[in-house]
C-alpha cells in the first residue's frame, strides 16, 4: 500500500501557489463521522493554515459517502467555488456493499470531473478496518483531508493559470 511509504500530511510548503482568492467548497459524509469529521477539519486547517480564507470554505454535509457525489454536483452548479474537496469513509464489510458504493462514488466523481470547470477532488477512504482509517485521519499515516485540501490549491492553480492564456 502506497501510504505506508508516505505520510498523506507531508508535503512541501514551498510549492505551495498563493491562496488569497480561493475558494473551496467540501462536501463531508456524516457516515462514520468519528472520521469524516478528522478529515474535514483536516482539509479545512489545512486549507487555512495555507492562506484560504475561513470566509471562502463552504462545508455541506451529506447523510453517508454514496451522496458525497450529488452534494459535490451541487456545489459546482449552485456556488461559486473553485474546487470541491469530497471526504468519506467507506470500511469493507462481511457483504459487496463496499465495492458498489467505492465504485459508484469513483465512476461519480470521475464524471463530474470530466464534466465540470472546476476540479472535484476524490477525499474518500476505502480502507478494509476502522484502524486503516483511523491511521489516516489523523493517525499514524497522517490525514487524507490535508492531502485532499494541498491537492485542490494545487489544482485550483492549474486550472487558473491555463485559463488565463
Not at 82 to 103: K, N, Q, S
Amino acid at each position: 500500500m502506497a501510504t505506508q511509504y508516505h505520510n498523506l500530511s507531508d508535503y512541501d510548503p514551498t510549492t505551495i501557489p498563493d491562496t488569497s482568492a480561493m475558494k473551496v467548497g467540501i462536501v463531508v459524509a456524516d457516515w462514520n463521522y468519528d472520521i469524516t469529521s478528522k478529515l474535514m477539519e483536516g482539509a479545512r486547517s489545512t486549507l487555512i493554515k495555507n492562506g484560504v480564507s475561513p470566509d471562502n470554505i463552504l462545508i455541506r454535509w451529506v447523510p453517508g459517502s454514496f451522496e458525497l457525489v450529488y452534494g459535490a454536483k451541487l456545489l459546482v452548479q449552485k456556488s461559486e467555488v473553485d474546487a470541491v474537496i469530497v471526504l468519506g469513509c467507506v470500511i469493507r464489510g462481511e457483504t459487496p456493499h463496499f465495492d458498489y458504493i467505492c465504485d459508484g462514488i469513483t465512476q461519480g466523481i470521475t464524471t463530474l470531473n470530466l464534466q465540470s470547470k472546476i476540479p472535484i477532488i476524490f477525499g474518500l477512504l476505502t480502507n478494509n478496518t476502522m484502524q486503516q482509517s483511523i491511521d489516516r485521519a489523523g493517525g499514524v499515516l497522517g490525514n487524507k483531508g490535508d492531502e485532499a485540501a494541498i491537492t485542490a490549491i494545487k489544482m485550483i492553480a492549474l486550472n487558473k493559470n491555463l485559463s488565463d492564456k
